[in-house]
């Protein structure tokens, strides 16, 4: 299969490593030669990587290697069975170049956009086949994270739904069908980690290590919000954030914090400014302040874990009640997209309907804010006796 990605940068350049892994013929295409160095130098070093660390041996780092052919101009991209856009988050560009690219390729070429957060069917308008065009979602980085999201515009056909699906299976990804709806699953469910974080932060009630310590502890997450904001960088995330707030009509669930903002403005971007919510050292390691008062109080911290877990479960079911996706697909895209370390949609189950209910109505009776009310779904659950089937 003849493989087209538009855009050499760490995403572009990950999609084409696991299409060239696959046995693909791919070519990866930038207008930027030094970018196109960059991306070939970096393959290298990551290959030579996964050879120390017997992943794959010298003949299969030759073979992965002679499957990309890196390429400066669009028309390049003419044989590719499939193309997959990977460039800056601008629905005028990607429209541009989509136009451009319609051009070239044959009519059964799938064109594919990497957008996190963009509406397909607006992407897929500017092509004179939209019938072709359709979301497939890569996390980063590429290579190691097993989601991928494949997100169909109204437009778009039936076969080439289920070509795109069988493709990336056979990249040995797992799929995850999501609704052209912003954020489609893990941009939109994953809102409350950072959201109701900030929001915890912002009313006096633990400092940002603390709430970290807590979503780690109790919960088991890799990363707390906030080192995982620095990680993301503030602005990206405040992007997402407000892209995905206005998209959904100024939603109060899907408010921005003034916080990051802030942070944002001052350049107080993470890991990559060397400075965000906790200070880097010339290595990028976090600065972790040392421990509060506030990390060592027990019923604090389940205070705050209960409130950010509850609010995750709550986007959830209202995902699945809204049929953005499948329980199977929410929960799988969320485990697999982003490394939580349940499905949001089983940690309901095993914490209780009752549960989730209860503390979604003790929120919104303490603060009268839409922003915490209760999914119809868990309450529906709640009255049937039933839990989420899985």
């Known amino acids: 299969m003849n493989i087209g ?197 912002e009313e006096g009630i633990a400092d940002f290590a603390s709430i970290d310590a807590a979503m780690k502890k109790l919960g088991g997450f890799k990363m707390g919000p906030f080192e995982l904001m620095d990680f993301i960088g503030n602005d990206v995330n405040y992007t997402v954030t407000e892209t995905v707030f206005t998209a959904f009509y100024f939603d109060p669930r899907y408010k921005p914090s003034l916080t990051q903002k802030r942070f944002a403005e001052a350049g107080y971007l993470g890991r990559k400014s060397g400075k965000g919510f906790y200070d880097y050292d010339s290595n990028g390691k976090a600065v972790i302040p040392s421990a509060t008062k506030e990390s060592h109080d027990t019923k604090l911290q389940e205070q705050i874990f209960n409130r950010v877990l509850v609010m995750l479960i709550n986007e959830a079911a209202d995902a699945l009640f809204l049929n953005i996706a499948s329980a199977e697909d929410i929960d799988n895209a969320m485990t697999k997209g982003v490394n939580y370390p349940k499905g949001l949609l089983a940690w309901a189950n095993e914490k209780g309907i009752a549960w989730c209910v209860d503390h979604m109505d003790e929120l919104y009776n303490t603060y009268r804010e839409d922003r915490y009310r209760c999914s119809p779904l868990l309450r529906k659950k709640l009255k049937e006796g039933v839990g989420f089937e899985i």
């Open 5 to 201: 990605i538009i855009g050499s940068g760490t995403m572009g350049s990950g999609i084409a490593q696991v299409a060239a892994t696959a046995g693909c013929n791919v070519k990866l295409f930038d207008t930027n030669q030094a970018a196109l160095d960059k991306a070939k130098a970096s393959l290298e070093k990551i290959l030579a990587r996964l050879i120390e660390k017997g992943r794959i041996d010298s003949e299969e780092k030759q073979r992965i290697q002679n499957n990309i052919t890196y390429v400066s101009q669009l028309k390049d991209l003419s044989d590719s069975d499939l193309t997959i856009e990977a460039i800056v988050e601008n629905l005028d560009i990607k429209k541009s170049v989509f136009s451009e690219l319609e051009t070239y390729v044959s009519e059964d070429c799938i064109i594919a956009s990497n957008t996190s957060s963009l509406s397909i069917a607006s992407i897929a308008a500017s092509l004179k086949k939209p019938e072709r065009c359709i979301g497939i979602h890569f996390f980063n980085p590429a290579p190691l994270m097993r989601l991928v999201e494949v997100i169909p515009a109204i437009q778009t056909s039936k076969a080439v739904l289920e070509t795109a699906v069988k493709t990336i299976s056979d990249w040995k990804k797992t799929v995850a069908i999501a609704k052209d709806t912003p954020g489609f699953i893990v941009n939109r469910v994953a809102r409350p980690f950072y959201g109701e974080a900030l929001r915890i932060y």
